[in-house]
């Protein structure tokens, strides 16, 4: 899906890979369903604006958390 930062409207360069300094696994969300096993969680993901370096997180797996 093509990505336009909301700063300078610029095409986006997408799926980088977000990591917390000293924690290799990144950052994850996740939201808690009804039930024991009925949670949803996805790997963010980020774009970089090549123009004036605008940051914003993604997901691909948004579908899963409209229920």
Request: hydrophobic fraction near 35%.
């Given at each position: 899906m093509k990505r336009t930062c909301n700063q300078c409207q610029t095409e986006m360069i997408t799926d980088c890979k977000v990591t917390v300094e000293g924690d290799l696994s990144g950052i994850k969300i996740s939201q808690k369903?009804?039930?024991?096993?009925?949670s949803v969680s996805a790997k963010a993901k980020g774009s970089v604006c090549p123009n004036c370096g605008f940051v914003a997180l993604y997901i691909d797996e948004y579908e899963k958390f409209n229920k």
């Open positions: 369903g009804t039930g024991l096993f009925n």
